[in-house]
């Protein structure tokens, strides 16, 4: 482990990095499931896609956090990106309807572009193209990456991870339909018989984080995963006592055995060369060129501020490895698009195991093997309930706000750019958008203030380029 990871120059033990690696598996587990669900959400035919998706998540995060461990020996975790994973639905659906085929054509040919586009990355990576983009980034927008990250992982926490739904609808969210309710009786009927299940999920969610906090400050390394655990256990308790129901009769009927043959036939190595043709040279150009931005910026500004937190970049804000931890985002990609899955990314919950100690490969290695083994025991990963999840994230994003203390209040060209990704990166669910919204303001700013020499030549281009994505009609 030593001559791997290097373990004693950074500060760390094999134990702080297994348990900094189990910690990022807890809180971004979701994914596995969740990924096949939106991926064959539109009515794709029978479960064999959705098996497909769903070993194919398992296997080619697992490959990707194998390549950031031993190639960058880098802390950070990855899997089909957010957001990503849901353009990459439409965009199936949308061929579906163009050309006539099936969705699970459909589907195919739309792994054309993520191979394509994992592809490129790999080249870009090679040729030092995408670090040279880090590096272009001004000083002043890396500053804000960080604390715009910690907003958006407490949005999460309070504002998606954790829904319920009864049946007067929903998804109901804690803060915005229990919190955000004008009373308690609003709240209740609103939700109708979902309302206890959301007590208990706020309850669950601030006992998580309390725990996680008193912990923390008392110097235990493992409090967000031995908060997330009491989290849990406070749910499952609560759901048997309060809610009269099993936490855990989906283990039950669940089946344990990998559906590989569904994944031959559905998404393994299955590319659809002739339909991805048939959506016509210029659909398909701008399609490629549009999951490129969204996945550099997102995998970017993961990087960047995870690594700020961590201490891991030195005073120009660059990481070591930045090279070799984007060309592992980019084998990644790849291995998704053969084995059938959306673009593969560095997910921001690598910021918790970062929190709990991680700080070496062996953390990314770690939660890899655990992605493996859900090949097997995906049931068991289920019963982890969102609110404990959650619970993590708001704690880690707390932390991460405190990165705005390296900001300079008093400088306006820096503090418009963080303002904006401050608010765009929440409320757009996007890393990279709110990246481009800094990036366009700090170069209009500098170029009408006579400052445009202190802007460089890449972050003309970039920000250009933002400028079309966002306003240019295609």
């Known amino acids: 482990m030593e001559t791997f990871f290097k373990l004693r120059e950074n500060g760390t033990t094999v134990r702080t990095e297994i348990l900094a690696g189990l910690t990022t598996f807890m ?47 880098k802390p950070f975790a990855l899997a089909p990106g957010m957001g990503l994973n849901s353009f990459f639905a439409v965009v199936a659906a949308n061929i579906a ?27 870009l990576s090679v040729l030092n193209i995408r670090e040279k983009i880090v590096d272009a980034i001004p000083l002043g927008v890396r500053l804000g ?55 208990l999920s706020a309850v669950t969610m601030f006992i998580g984080l309390f725990v996680i906090v008193i ?33 855990f009769a989906s283990l039950s009927t669940a089946s344990f055995v990998p559906p590989f043959a569904d994944m031959a036939s559905t998404t393994l190595f299955k590319f659809n060369f002739q339909g991805f043709l048939d959506i016509g040279w210029f659909t398909a150009v701008t399609l490629v060129i549009t999951f490129c931005m969204i996945d550099m910026f997102d995998t970017i500004g993961t990087l960047v501020g995870t690594a700020s937190r961590a201490g891991m970049v030195d005073e120009q804000g660059n ?48 939660t890899g093997v655990l992605f493996l083994a859900c090949i097997f025991i995906a049931p068991i990963a289920a019963v982890i309930p969102p609110a404990a999840t959650s619970a993590a994230l708001i ?12 900001v300079d209040f008093d400088d306006m060209d820096q503090m418009v750019p963080v303002a904006l990704m401050l608010i765009g990166m929440p409320v757009s669910g996007s890393i990279g958008h709110a990246i481009g919204l800094g990036l366009i303001s700090f170069t209009v700013i500098k170029v009408f203030s006579g400052k445009a020499k202190d802007v460089s030549v890449l972050t003309y281009v970039i920000s250009a380029l933002f400028l079309v994505k966002f306003f240019l009609i295609v």
Request: aromatic share 8%.
């Open 27 to 73: 809180t971004m587990a979701y994914i596995i499931a969740l990924n096949p669900n939106l991926l064959t959400g539109f009515g794709a035919e029978g479960m064999d896609l959705w098996n497909g998706v769903f070993l194919a998540t398992c296997i080619a995060s697992a490959v990707a956090m194998f390549c950031m461990a031993f190639l960058a020996n």
């Open 97 to 123: 309807g163009l050309t006539g085929m099936t969705y699970v054509e459909s589907f195919q040919a739309a792994l054309v572009i993520i191979l394509i586009e994992g592809i490129v990355f790999i080249v």
């Open 145 to 199: 990456i960080a604390p715009a990250i910690g907003i958006m992982l407490m949005n999460i926490g309070l504002g998606s991870n954790a829904g319920v739904y009864s049946e007067t609808g929903g998804p109901f969210f804690v803060m915005r339909d229990f919190f955000g309710a004008l009373t308690p009786s609003v709240a209740q009927t609103s939700m109708g018989s979902g309302y206890s299940a959301m007590i």
């Open 215 to 247: 912990l923390a400050k008392k110097g235990v390394k493992a409090a967000v995963l031995l908060g997330m655990l009491a989290a849990s256990v406070i749910h499952w308790a609560g759901s048997a006592v309060f809610l009269g129901t099993n936490p």
């Open 319 to 366: 990481m070591p490895n930045m090279k070799e931890a984007l060309l592992s985002d980019a084998i990644g990609t790849v291995a998704g698009a053969c084995s059938g899955t959306s673009t593969v990314t560095t997910f921001v919950e690598s910021a918790s195991g970062v929190e709990a100690g991680g700080r070496t490969g062996l953390t990314a290695l770690t």
């Open 395 to 406: 704690y880690v994003g707390v932390l991460m706000l405190m990165g705005l203390k390296n």
